[in-house]
């Protein structure tokens, strides 16, 4: 209020003094007076003055910033349907019992670098991601006969089986944005770049039989892909320092799926393969969250920390193929599984602009 009186006060005074002379000279003395009261009253510690809008918040930093992230994560696949099991009932049918893999909760994490250039604003960065959920699973039957056993495909009359999975995640994301804000309160930015990521997937099966006897088998499943990578981050914020966020992206990454399955014997036909093909890999990625951040040190510095659930989709991960036995023959014949991979769970992020 006392800025709007000023310069008001100081505005009309130097309209008055124009009625006497209203030549160049005197509009730009006028010009002069408003800036000046505007000057003055604007002034505060650790800003020199008055500033115009930019269009984005004020940060007077050497343009670097920083992420680090705790991942709280847990996966999902396809085709992990190891086993299944018959089991009678008093009615005398018999139904089936699929049990499929469960993953595991995992801490991951991801960290990341940017630098805001001086041309336009616009920004690298790069971010690794690495997280690891195990999963495994189990299933017993206690009299195995040809009504109720574990059965696999070309397997049958076991009385247990057990698989332990592990899986491996990394990406590498390389990134050229630049942020606006579109409005005084909703902020966007888009982004593209480049993705490499690794996913390894390893299982150890072992099936035991009636007598005791165990059957040890292992399976591979590795990818390893680099492509493009495009997508948006955006705030909406609702009150000062806070703000509800939502970014999505998707990515097409070409690369090479090495596949292997064997055992240490025979079961019922000799499967053991190891094989290579090279697939386009599609994913994508959201993520929505609450968020809060500020500046410090005369606005030197930014601080945020977000809080936010992640969701990451690949399609047609899993690769490993479906072996089926012809009936009356030690023939065999499959397909490729092409299942669904995922990740989701608790992303808490921490940025420091520096």
């Known amino acids: 209020m006392r800025w709007v009186v000023s310069l008001a006060t100081v505005s009309t005074l130097c309209v008055f003094s124009l009625w006497g002379n209203a030549d160049v000279e005197s509009r730009v003395s006028l010009l002069e007076c408003k800036m000046k009261a505007a000057h003055d009253d604007m002034f505060y510690e650790c800003r020199g003055g008055a500033r115009f809008a930019s269009g984005r918040p004020f940060l007077n930093s050497n343009g670097f910033w920083a992420i680090g992230d705790v991942l709280y994560w847990t996966s999902y696949q396809g085709g992990t349907e ?106 966007l930015r888009p982004y593209f770049g480049s993705r490499t990521a690794w996913i390894h997937q390893g299982a150890e099966l072992e099936f035991t039989d009636p007598a005791a006897q165990t059957v040890l088998s292992h399976l591979r499943n590795d990818f390893t892909g680099s492509g493009l990578r495009v997508g948006s981050d955006s705030k909406w914020f609702f009150a000062r320092h806070w703000n509800f966020f939502m970014g999505a992206s998707a990515s097409a990454l070409y690369g090479k799926y090495a596949v292997e399955t064997g055992a240490n014997q025979t079961i019922t036909y000799g499967a053991d393969i190891a094989t290579s093909v090279y697939r386009m890999a599609i994913s994508a990625q959201t993520q929505v969250g ?55 769970g608790l992303t808490v992020d921490l940025q420091l602009a520096f």
């Open 82 to 187: 190891i086993a299944y099991s018959t089991e009678t009932d008093p009615s005398g049918q018999v139904p089936n019992r699929i049990r499929s893999l469960n993953f595991d909760w995992d801490v991951g994490y991801r960290l990341g670098l940017g630098w805001v250039t001086p041309h336009d604003n616009m920004e690298l960065s790069l971010l690794f991601t690495r997280v690891e959920p195990d999963g495994d699973f189990g299933m017993r039957t206690q009299a195995p006969n040809e009504l109720n056993g574990v059965i696999l495909p070309g397997i049958s009359d076991f009385s247990r089986a057990l698989v332990d999975w592990h899986l491996k995640y990394s990406t590498l994301d390389f990134e050229l944005s630049r942020s606006y804000f579109l409005s005084r309160y909703f902020y």
């Open 290 to 344: 609450l968020g809060w951040e500020t500046n410090f040190s005369c606005d030197s510095n930014q601080i945020a920390i977000n809080v936010g659930y992640e969701l990451n989709y690949w399609w047609r991960q899993n690769q490993q193929p479906i072996l089926e036995s012809i009936s009356g023959s030690d023939h065999v014949y499959g397909a490729r599984q092409s299942k669904d991979l995922g990740f989701h």
